[in-house]
């Protein structure tokens, strides 16, 4: 079935569509020169004014053991009290803690949202677009260039090239899952089909403009409703220890991902227990866990479970293959997964 929108709709979104290609070029990711690029994501930071020494120490052992090219934090980067409503200085030095260890190594890195970022600026009059302001202020980060004109805040489409520089081989779409539903009985809310059209025809650009489909991977915070479809009847790999938690209404994202056949892999954070991966309809669908220690899980100092229950999920591109990109889990005490250990086993179990 094709995917259509109306024409209107689809008129603003061809012009911004232009606009972002150029932006996403600058400044230039590429492969280094062995052919490879790497990215880290990390999620449900849960930052505050008050430095969380032990989840930043997960962070720069993350950085520092696998020396990522790229970081994506994947949204609740911040999570503030809304007794009394944060001020923008407070907001400001939350960022400043999930800014610093990629700013201190000067790697690029960029952000999404996700439903607890901006939970309590209701009374503050602080929105997401004045946090954004705050991120785009960091040497390091790219995130600027982000669709304005569509639902959300930080919509983004950044190109990878090769060694070269010349030629994009991969994609990486930045989605803003927005937070919550008007009526609070409805849970949380999708992504919005302005969004999903905004990336059905910027895809489509990206393929007429270097004439072919750019492999990629897409971030955004709140899992779809394919996850909970996808694990009732396929294995996975990793572990899944709670209930996935999307909104409850069905985008149809996925289904514009599966259309256009660029986007490989789609990853979450908001379930801090699951850091599994899996395949649907030959897509993967994923999860890293957590890497802050503000939020759930509370694991004792002394457990054993303690060094892997927060960490953060690698991808590795080689721009000679680059839709067949590397994918694994390296937890707190620095031990890997599966994924990492044993790739027959892994594409046997995801099949």
């Known amino acids: 079935m094709m995917f259509k929108f109306p024409h209107t709709l689809l008129v603003t979104v061809i012009a911004w569509a232009s606009i972002l290609v150029a932006q996403a070029a600058s400044p230039q990711l590429k492969c280094g020169k062995d052919g490879t690029f790497k990215i880290l994501q990390i999620s449900d930071t849960h930052f505050n004014p008050v430095r969380d020494d032990r989840g930043m120490a997960v962070i720069e052992m993350l950085l520092n053991t696998e020396k990522p090219d790229m970081v994506v934090v994947n949204g609740d980067c911040i999570y503030l009290s809304d007794t009394p409503p944060p001020t923008l200085e407070q907001v400001k030095q939350a960022i400043s803690n999930v800014a610093c260890a990629m700013e201190d190594r000067h790697i690029p890195w960029a952000i999404t949202f996700g439903n607890h970022d901006a939970e309590a600026f209701g009374k503050s009059g602080i929105t997401k677009t004045d946090m954004m302001k705050v991120y785009q202020s960091y040497p390091s980060n790219i995130n600027s260039g982000w669709n304005p004109s569509i639902h959300g805040v930080g919509n983004k489409n950044i190109l990878i090239c090769d060694s070269t520089g010349k030629n994009p081989v991969f994609a990486i779409w930045l989605i803003d899952s927005n937070d919550y539903r008007p009526d609070p009985k409805e849970g949380y809310d999708c992504i919005h089909t302005d969004q999903v059209a905004w990336y059905y025809q910027t ?12 492999p990629g991977l897409m971030f955004l915070h709140i899992p779809l409703l394919e996850f909970k479809e996808m694990v009732a009847s396929k294995g996975i790999l990793g572990e899944r220890r709670e209930p996935e938690s999307p909104s409850k209404i069905n985008s149809g ?42 939020t759930y899980p509370d694991v004792q100092k002394d457990d054993v479970a303690n060094g892997r229950t927060r960490g953060g999920r690698l991808f590795l591109i080689a721009e000679s293959d680059p839709a067949n990109y590397k994918t694994w889990m390296r937890f707190g005490d620095g031990s890997t997964n599966w994924e990492s250990l044993s790739e027959p086993y892994a594409r046997k179990l995801l099949k």
């Open 253 to 294: 994202m996925f289904a514009a991902v599966l259309e256009r056949g660029d986007v490989k892999g789609i990853f979450c954070g908001h379930d801090h227990d699951n850091n599994y991966l899996g395949k649907w309809h030959g897509i993967h669908l994923g999860f890293d866990g957590l890497a802050g220690y503000g």
């Open 203 to 214: 895809s489509k650009e990206l393929e007429a403009k270097y004439g072919q489909k750019i």
